[in-house]
């Protein structure tokens, strides 16, 4: 695809249910980044990925929060028991490489709501 | 400690007038980037512009125009003749070594802009 794809583009659930997020980077992007905008807190950054593996996952909230990324492509974002304050947008961005010059191209997000 | 401050929260502005979004950060490092990001109501941030820490001159793009003083840490962004396609929520970040094997973007909490017809 020509842009970063986030599925789905909303997500209503329950407080408690498990959730999943997917994230398709840019094709050849090997830098996958994930982020969570939400009222008051602005941008925050979770995990990243560069391939496969995630040497980063400091902004990760909570170990309710998982993700995973196979192939060098699609990522998940999963999040279990989820709490209302779990209530966000989820962005994925991807980069051409991972360095700090390295522009990163954003996803239009999924809007998560638990009830 | 906040690294990027965007003090600004809301501006409005009367369409065809100046406005200049004010950005300030804090980092150790020497080598460090900034960016710009505007991101319009549909909600997918758009990259505006980057900017490293070895290069102070100004730029413009059009409309747009950034300028970058290290002396107070500064990366502030106008907009000339300000349109109604300007109203976004503007994002200034920096891009710095995390400690953790990553370059992390740190945003600012963004200024919505709206330019009223």
């Known amino acids: 695809g020509a842009g970063v794809s986030q599925s789905p583009s909303n997500k209503v659930t329950e407080k408690g249910k498990d959730v999943e997020l997917r994230c398709d980077p840019i094709?050849?992007?090997?830098?996958l980044y994930w982020y969570r905008q939400s009222l008051g807190q602005g941008l925050e950054f979770l995990i990243y990925f560069q391939g496969n593996s995630a040497p980063d996952k400091s902004g990760l909230p909570s170990d309710r929060f998982s993700a995973e990324r196979t192939g060098g492509s699609v990522s998940t974002l999963t999040i279990q028991r989820t709490q209302q304050e779990d209530s966000a947008v989820y962005l994925c961005?991807?980069?051409?490489?991972?360095?700090?010059?390295?522009?990163?191209?954003f996803g239009p997000g999924t809007r998560l709501t638990v009830l | 400690a906040q690294k990027v401050t965007q003090a600004q929260t809301e501006i409005s502005v009367v369409e065809k007038e100046d406005v200049t979004l004010d950005c300030v950060y804090e980092t150790r490092d020497t080598t460090y980037y900034l960016f710009w990001y505007k991101q319009p109501p549909s909600g997918e941030l758009v990259f505006l512009i980057r900017?490293?820490?070895?290069?102070?001159q100004n730029e413009i793009s059009g409309r747009y125009s950034w300028n970058f003083q290290k002396s107070t840490s500064s990366f502030n962004f106008t907009i000339t003749a300000s349109q109604v396609v300007d109203s976004a929520v503007y994002f200034c970040a920096l891009s710095e070594y995390s400690g953790a094997g990553s370059y992390q973007l740190t945003f600012g909490k963004g200024t919505k802009l709206s330019v009223i017809p």
């Open positions: 900017r490293n820490s070895f290069d102070e």
């Open positions: 094709s050849g992007h090997t830098a």
């Open positions: 961005a991807s980069s051409a490489g991972s360095g700090p010059a390295n522009e990163q191209f």
